[in-house]
């Protein structure tokens, strides 16, 4: 989230943005454009429609759209009011001078979408829930800052916390994270066990849309809130088309099926580029894919095993021939559009030389068949990876042949992604560890804390640290960064971090994302951010 590198390319990437505007009846382009009707489509099923309970991203669209929160993000990724009236700050005294209380004031005349009214007991309600360690939440890092909750009226919330904790804006009940959302109270109260509620199957929420269906397999169904506080949204339907390859995503909007493939796989780029009835917004993201290595796994506890294959993947040749150019090459994990960015942090070029070099000087030998061991250790891993993406078979089949040059071989496990992004108490393979290396993206929020997804205390089932990685030195500034709403001093913290999982090589960031959106060109007013990109729906329509 770095601002001086970042004002260059988002200004590059708003000059290709559509202006906002509305489509009349008689101004669409294509024949296959249902009007007011957007049809989104995406690889899986997801496990819940509750965000409580699973950080997917789809889930995370799903859920900016229809369920409800304390702050929206607005173009260039800063918090702006949605269920208060205002942002809590030092200045305006929701923040108290020493950081441990927060105060939110609610909007009044909200009602959820069932007709229901909303208020403070609906945020202390939620807020209990997810404190409650009989809930399956997927984690609740920040959330166990708070020691009590109060409500001096209907209207007025105040979180009191054991510390200081800056990513508060972002962690409670916000869109910019896979994050947990407000619940009715009136709903889920009695509820015996809100793990298991038929209310995660088909939320009630406060949002522009309200979900319909849930067609599993098939499609998620949304439909126009008319008990939104903002009123009606401009577009009166929005289907999510669940289709498990992206050959189908690509073939289905070349011929009008779909209005939009949210986050295209940059193997798509040039062929999207050339579809008469589709534009592509191209932009910097706060994504990057990456390859995770399993600490608790024995063959890659050596930090020599990891710097080796981390020297050994073509991470150029991968970007440039798979990926058409599309993503930034680089060893942090902090986007170049994000303030939080690390310039200090260089990039690690392909050198299977000096990887074979490693691996010798750590005495793994070569058998008989070319592959290495030590110990009675043979160098085989299993490589784990979502099912239905054609681009990431090729990326994994290049990193297949470019280990096997230096001693190292790998089984491939293709797995559904809603098994594989299921919570721990489902059994999903990354939450249980089921890996050796696993393949997939991590999407940074807003706060610039990179705790939830590194911190030692968040290793499964308490967290999303799927790495088992505990580094004493990035704990330590991850720990400062959440106690200090100085940003230099957060710089620093997150900085460090980002050094030592370069040194530790816990996992190979593959490249910063560049969002690819390919939409119906009868689309207008979708002007995505890069940590809530469903959030400003109110004016867009087809």
Request: glycine share 8%; with cysteine.
């Amino acid at each position: 989230m770095k601002k001086t590198f970042a004002m260059l390319l988002l200004a590059v990437a708003a000059a290709a943005c559509t202006k906002v505007g509305t489509t009349g009846e008689g101004d669409r382009q294509n024949s296959t454009t249902q009007a007011h009707v957007l049809r989104i489509g995406d690889l899986g099923d997801l496990s819940t429609l509750n965000p409580m309970f699973s950080s997917d991203l789809v889930l995370a669209w799903m859920s900016e759209m229809t369920m409800a929160w304390l702050i929206r993000y607005d173009h260039a990724n800063k918090p702006i009011p949605e269920l208060v009236t205002e942002v809590p700050s030092l200045a305006n005294g929701g923040i108290s001078a020493d950081g441990k209380t927060i105060t939110y004031h609610l909007r009044r005349g909200v009602k959820w979408s069932d007709g229901a009214p909303f208020d403070g007991d609906d945020v202390v309600f939620s807020t209990r829930t997810i404190l409650n360690p009989k809930t399956n939440t997927v984690s609740r890092d920040g959330w166990d800052q708070i020691y009590r909750i109060d409500e001096p009226d209907k209207y007025t919330v105040v979180f009191h916390l054991k510390s200081a904790y800056s990513p508060f804006l972002a962690t409670f009940f916000s869109t910019g994270g896979a994050n947990p959302a407000i619940v009715p109270k009136h709903l889920l109260a009695q509820s015996p066990d809100v793990n298991k509620d038929a209310y995660n199957t088909l939320p009630v929420g406060i949002g522009p849309f309200r979900y319909l269906a849930w067609k599993r397999g098939d499609r998620i169904e949304l439909e126009a809130n008319p008990n939104y506080w903002r009123g009606l949204p401009k577009l009166k339907r929005v289907d999510y088309h669940i289709i498990p390859n992206r050959d189908t995503l690509y073939s289905d909007l070349q011929t009008g099926e779909l209005d939009l493939w949210p986050i295209a796989a940059p193997a798509y780029y040039p062929r999207l580029l050339q579809l008469r009835n589709v534009k592509v917004l191209r932009q910097p993201s706060y994504g990057f894919g990456h390859l995770d290595f399993n600490l608790s796994r024995p063959l890659l506890k050596d930090p020599a095993v990891r710097r080796a294959l981390r020297l050994a993947v073509d991470r150029k040749t991968l970007r440039d021939v798979v990926s058409h150019g599309v993503g930034i090459l680089q060893d942090g994990p902090q986007s170049p559009a994000s303030p939080y960015f690390d310039p200090k942090i260089g990039f690690i070029a392909y050198d299977p030389g000096k990887a074979d070099a490693l691996l010798d000087a750590a005495g793994w030998k070569r058998g008989p068949d070319g592959i290495r061991a030590k110990d009675g250790l043979r160098l085989s891993l299993e490589l784990v990876s979502n099912s239905g993406s054609p681009d990431t078979d090729t990326r994994i089949e290049i990193i297949r042949q470019s280990w096997k040059k230096i001693g190292v071989e790998f089984v491939r496990k293709n797995v559904d992604p809603t098994l594989l992004f299921a919570p721990y108490s489902q059994g999903g393979i990354i939450q249980t560890g089921k890996f050796d290396v696993v393949f997939f993206a991590w999407f940074n929020d807003a706060s610039g804390s990179m705790a939830g997804i590194y911190s030692c205390a968040l290793i499964p089932p308490n967290g999303q640290n799927d790495l088992h990685w505990c580094n004493p030195v990035a704990d330590a500034a991850m720990t400062d960064f959440k106690l200090t709403y100085d940003f230099a001093r957060q710089k620093r913290d997150d900085d460090v971090v980002q050094e030592e999982l370069v040194r530790d090589a816990p996992t190979l960031v593959m490249a910063v994302q560049e969002d690819l959106y390919p939409y119906n060109t009868d689309l207008k007013g979708f002007h995505p951010n890069q940590v809530s990109m469903f959030d400003d729906m109110m004016n867009v329509d087809i």
